[in-house]
């Protein structure tokens, strides 16, 4: 029931706007390492992952050191995370099931033109994040088909902004979920499902991003979706 996996992935990200010369700015790219170690055990119905990553960001925006281009950006930053990740997915029970990670960062600035910046954490970026979620399908009965959710997400504190001595409080909010597999119905609606989700569904207030100690931006409030899926 071991399986030992690794992967290599790059990417890229467009980046809006343009240089002191009128140049614009090219996509910021990205490098990922990922090694690790799945799990299965023959006596329950279970899949645990360990894994441990390695992520470089080049094309980071910093701002122009020409003292004659203030308010403009060059690409000369770059930033490193580094981190380790668990996940379990779990059957409790017939219809029943866990699912749970956890995720520790350890993100650097790397280079910078920023005095200070190289070697300093980078902001935005927490420490670690974990989830939790329970979620149930009716598998007989007059509920066949029905199923709910209800999960936590944990995001732990982080530095506001790149060599900052102010750090964004810790936050937990509830997600929630039902489905219904319209295909329980009838024959003729088989693959069609519909779900409505909530995010945040205590509504709860907090800081997503604060660049400075004066400016910043609250995370989303509770957000409800109404979905219809059909697969063919």
């Not at 899949?47 to 390695?54: E, M, P």
């Not at 007059?142 to 982080?158: D, N, Q, W």
């Not at 597999?181 to 609606?189: A, F, Q, R, W």
Request: some cysteine; aromatic content about 10%; hydrophobic content about 35%.
């Amino acid at each position: 029931g071991i399986a030992p996996y690794t992967s290599y992935a790059t990417s890229f990200e467009r980046i809006c706007g343009a240089d002191a010369g009128g140049s614009a700015f090219d996509p910021s790219n990205g490098e990922q390492f990922e090694i690790g170690v799945k799990y299965e055990p023959k006596n329950f119905n279970a899949l645990f992952t360990l894994s441990a990553f390695h992520l470089t960001q080049e094309n980071v925006l910093t701002p122009d050191p020409d003292p004659a281009n203030a308010g403009f950006s060059v690409q000369t930053g770059e930033v490193e995370i580094r981190g380790i990740e668990m996940e379990s997915k779990v059957a409790l029970t017939e219809g029943l099931s866990l699912v749970g990670g956890v995720t520790w960062f350890d993100c650097e600035v790397t280079r910078s033109n920023i005095g200070g910046e190289e070697g300093e954490p980078k902001g935005a970026v927490p420490d670690h994040m974990a989830s939790l979620w329970l979620d149930y399908t009716f598998r007989h009965g007059f509920a066949e088909g029905f199923g709910a959710g209800v999960g936590v997400r944990y995001i732990g504190s982080r530095y506001g902004a790149n060599a900052a001595g102010f750090r964004i409080p810790s936050v937990g909010v509830i997600d929630a979920a039902i489905r219904y597999d319209l295909g329980k119905l009838t024959s003729s609606l088989q693959g069609a499902s519909v779900s409505l989700t909530a995010s945040n569904l205590g509504d709860d207030t907090y800081v997503a991003k604060a660049e400075t100690l004066t400016s910043a931006n609250y995370g989303p409030g509770r957000v409800v979706s109404l979905n219809l899926n059909y697969n063919w």
